[in-house]
């Protein structure tokens, strides 16, 4: 191992501890938020079994406003929400309140895209053997989009692990703002292209252990 690595290993460890706390608190809120959203706004489209046009335009709008937000101002915008929440705007658990709302969002848009690839010959089907919505969505929706939907999941976490990069504005630490404050700021440029490096390995671990697990799945 590299000297400098050795010289710097505690913080290193701390920050990647930092970054997998605010990407992992992140994608449980993707799961159990962004994934209801994302159904329900396929649910309320037109021509859908929950039609809503008025339920569709609001939830559409407000993923839209939160996707098309620049992240770094949104940090900044909720940061008297995250002082409510959390208790304070600094610090990784703060962190993690923006980066969630992002989450959801992102990750409920395409959850919402992986829905519409569903052949509409499947709910005609499950319509006709007396399915309810429920069954629908759990037994034949979720079933046909896994794959997508693990693909979608994919491509979230590895935006979250950029976005997390970020968090240091708000002292949220991660493998981002170390390479920034003690590579970048201290002129140690061998210790930041280690930190990119790092980062570089998580995202194509990520990358394949996802497109896998969908390959496996994907029964099509």
Do not use: C
Not at 7 to 22: C, G, K, L, N, P
Not at 92 to 108: D, E, M, N
Not at 140 to 152: D, K
Not at 198 to 219: E, H, P, Y
Request: zero cysteines.
């Amino acid at each position: 191992m590299p000297d400098i690595l050795v010289r710097y290993q505690s913080e290193i460890w701390q920050s990647i501890a930092e970054t997998f706390m605010m990407v992992g608190v992140s994608i449980l809120a993707a799961i159990l938020v962004g994934l209801p959203l994302g159904t329900w706004l396929y649910l309320s489209r037109k021509g859908q079994l929950l039609e809503n046009q008025i339920v569709f335009s609001v939830l559409n709008l407000v993923v839209n406003i939160v996707r098309s937000f620049p992240f770094l101002l949104l940090v900044v915008f909720l940061i008297p929400f995250t002082r409510l929440i959390i208790g304070t705007a600094i610090g990784t658990a703060a962190a993690t309140v923006p980066l969630s709302i992002i989450a959801i969002a992102h990750y409920a848009r395409l959850v919402e895209q992986s829905l519409i690839d569903v052949p509409r010959g499947v709910i005609e089907a499950a319509l006709s053997m007396g399915a309810s919505v429920k069954d629908i969505i759990f037994k034949f929706l979720y079933v046909e989009a896994r794959s997508g939907l693990v693909l979608g999941l994919t491509t979230s976490i590895i935006s979250f692990i950029s976005y997390s990069t970020i968090m240091g504005v708000v002292g949220g630490g991660g493998i981002g703002d170390f390479a920034i404050r003690y590579g970048y700021q201290q002129f140690q440029t061998e210790l930041m292209l280690y930190m990119i490096l790092i980062m570089l390995v998580f995202v194509q671990l990520i990358q394949f252990t996802g497109t896998t697990v969908a390959r496996i799945i994907d029964k099509r």
